[in-house]
C-alpha cells in the first residue's frame, strides 16, 4: 500500500515570497491533515478535510496561509507572503476518517527555510 | 496549547538497554497513542492505548496508561540503533467538530551501538 506522498521534499525561500506544498494521501482515505512542526517540538494541526471539506482550520493563520482540497484527494498548502517563523517542516496525514481512534498516517515531510 | 509532555526530553542509552519516556496529559482522553520520527522522517504511529486499558504491548513496546495520575509511559526492550529517533505522545481532543491530535514536544532517543 503506497503512503502519503508529499513534495517537494525541500524548499528554501526568501521571506515575503510564495510557496506550495503538495499532498497525495492515502487512496481512499476520507481525512486529511495538514501539520507545522517547528524544530524542536511536536507537530501543531494547521487544518483538516473530511473530503473535500474544511472541518477545523482554527489554528491556520489565514492572512497568509490557504489549503485546498479539490475533488477530495490531492491537497496544497500555500503560503504567501513567507515569514521567518514559517521555517519548520510541514506534514500531510491522512486517516480513513476523522474520528476517535482512527490511525494518522504521516507523510515524509516539506522542510522549509525562510531567510 | 500541547496536551502532552513527555518526559525527559533527550535520552541516550546503550544497545540492548531498555529505554522508557513518560507522558503526562493535562485533560481526560479517550485514548492515547505514541509516535516515532526518524531524523528528516514523517511521523509512524507504533501504539494505541484506549482509557480503560491499562498496559498494552507490541514486540519490544510496552505502553502503560494510568488514568488517575493523568500519564503514560513508553518502554522499548533490549533497544537497538535503530531505535534512535524521536517519540511522541499524542492525545485526541475534540476540535470545531472533529477529533484532533494533540502532541508533545518529545522525547529524543539515541542508541548507541
Known amino acids: 500500500e503506497a503512503g502519503v506522498a508529499q513534495s517537494p521534499r525541500y524548499k528554501i525561500i526568501e521571506k515575503r515570497q510564495s510557496v506550495a506544498f503538495w499532498c497525495n494521501p492515502i487512496?481512499?482515505?476520507?481525512?486529511l491533515y495538514w501539520y507545522q512542526q517547528i524544530l524542536g517540538q511536536g507537530p501543531k494541526l494547521l487544518i483538516q478535510?473530511?473530503?473535500?471539506?474544511?472541518?477545523?482550520d482554527s489554528q491556520l493563520p489565514k492572512d497568509r496561509f490557504s489549503a485546498e482540497r479539490l475533488k477530495g484527494v490531492d491537497s496544497t498548502l500555500k503560503i504567501q507572503p513567507a515569514k521567518l517563523e514559517d521555517s519548520a517542516v510541514y506534514l500531510c496525514?491522512?486517516?480513513?476518517?476523522?474520528?476517535?481512534?482512527?490511525?494518522?498516517?504521516f507523510g515524509p515531510g516539506t522542510r522549509l527555510t525562510v531567510t | 496549547s500541547q496536551q502532552g509532555e513527555e518526559d525527559p526530553q533527550a535520552l541516550s542509552i546503550q544497545e540492548g538497554e531498555n529505554a522508557t519516556m513518560n507522558c503526562s496529559y493535562k485533560?481526560?482522553?479517550?485514548?492515547l497513542q505514541w509516535y516515532r520520527q526518524n531524523s528528516g522522517r514523517g511521523l509512524v504511529h507504533l501504539i494505541l492505548?484506549?482509557?480503560?486499558?491499562r498496559e498494552k504491548h507490541s514486540g519490544r513496546l510496552r505502553v502503560t496508561l494510568d488514568t488517575s495520575k493523568k500519564s503514560s509511559s513508553l518502554l522499548i526492550t533490549a533497544s537497538r540503533a535503530a531505535d534512535t529517533a524521536s517519540y511522541f505522545c499524542?492525545?485526541?481532543?475534540?476540535?470545531?467538530?472533529?477529533?484532533?491530535?494533540?502532541f508533545g514536544k518529545g522525547t529524543k532517543l539515541s542508541v548507541i551501538p
Open positions: 485533560t481526560s482522553i479517550n485514548n
Open positions: 478535510f473530511q473530503n473535500n471539506g474544511v472541518v477545523d
Open positions: 496525514a491522512s486517516s480513513l476518517a476523522g474520528g476517535l481512534g482512527y490511525e494518522q498516517y
Open positions: 487512496s481512499g482515505h476520507a481525512t
Open positions: 492505548i484506549r482509557s480503560n486499558e
Open positions: 499524542a492525545s485526541p481532543y475534540s476540535g470545531a467538530g472533529s477529533y484532533q491530535l494533540t
